[in-house]
């Protein structure tokens, strides 16, 4: 099974700074390498997926980059609103999904 | 809009079942693949799993192959989580997703979820 792993597992960060999410695929994914947001008591959201590709409505703050087996979540200028924490997830392997372990972005 | 609404869960003893249903709408659901999807408290995301819109082609994680069944009943809009032969490790809110095979491979929409909890 592919193995996906995110660094860090937590980060505090100040509104207004821009903020570096990582997710290595223990094999190939190529793009198949999909974002989600979730905060507490809710159900997580799709922010980018195909690595690279916003969602419809996501705000353009939020990017990603990356291809084979490392990947980046970046958010340009960090809003209240975005403190959640965020999971990478491959689709590359038919049938045999796996998420990262996930990122907890706390305010600072 | 898209909405999925989970129902079913509660509370039962290890070894028993319980079924979870999913009904969706605000789509074409008959022209979608659906997924499960488990949060443990306060753990991460897991893949539980999958059928394929018309139902033909099913796939399950590997900690719950065996033991759980995914279906579908496009009649009713409704998919469906069968679970069997529970351990305490199944505790967790189980989310019913949409596919976005349109767009992407990847999970576009999800319900609000529904708790399992396995005890004695």
């Known amino acids: 099974d592919i193995q996906m792993t995110q660094s860090p597992s937590s980060l505090s960060a100040y509104v207004g700074d821009r903020v570096t999410i990582t997710c290595r695929a223990s094999?190939?994914?190529?793009?198949?390498l999909n974002w989600y947001q979730q905060k507490p008591g809710k159900a997580p959201k799709l922010l980018i997926y195909?690595?690279?590709i916003l969602h419809s409505g996501v705000p353009s703050r939020f990017s990603g980059s990356g291809s084979g087996t490392d990947f980046t979540l970046t958010i340009s200028s960090l809003q209240p609103e975005d403190f959640a924490t965020y999971y990478c997830q491959q689709s590359y392997s038919f049938s045999t999904y796996t998420f990262g372990q996930g990122t907890k972005l706390e305010i600072k | 809009q898209v909405q999925l609404v989970e129902s079913g869960g509660g509370v039962v003893q290890p070894g028993g079942s319980l079924r979870l249903s999913c009904a969706a709408s605000g789509f074409t659901f008959n022209s979608n693949a659906m997924h499960w999807v488990r949060q443990a408290p306060g753990k991460g995301l897991e893949w539980v799993a999958y059928?394929?819109?018309?139902?033909?082609?099913?796939s399950y994680g590997d900690s719950v192959k065996g033991r759980f069944t995914i279906s579908r009943d496009d009649s009713k809009n409704t998919v469906y989580l069968h679970l069997n032969n529970l351990k305490t490790e199944d505790t967790a809110v189980y989310f019913c997703?949409?596919?976005?095979?349109?767009?992407?491979?990847?999970?576009?929409?999800w319900g609000q979820g529904t708790l399992v909890t396995v005890s004695s």
């Open positions: 997703v949409k596919d976005g095979a349109a767009i992407c491979d990847c999970f576009d929409s």
């Open positions: 094999q190939t994914v190529n793009t198949k």
């Open positions: 059928i394929r819109y018309d139902g033909s082609n099913k």
């Open positions: 195909a690595a690279s």
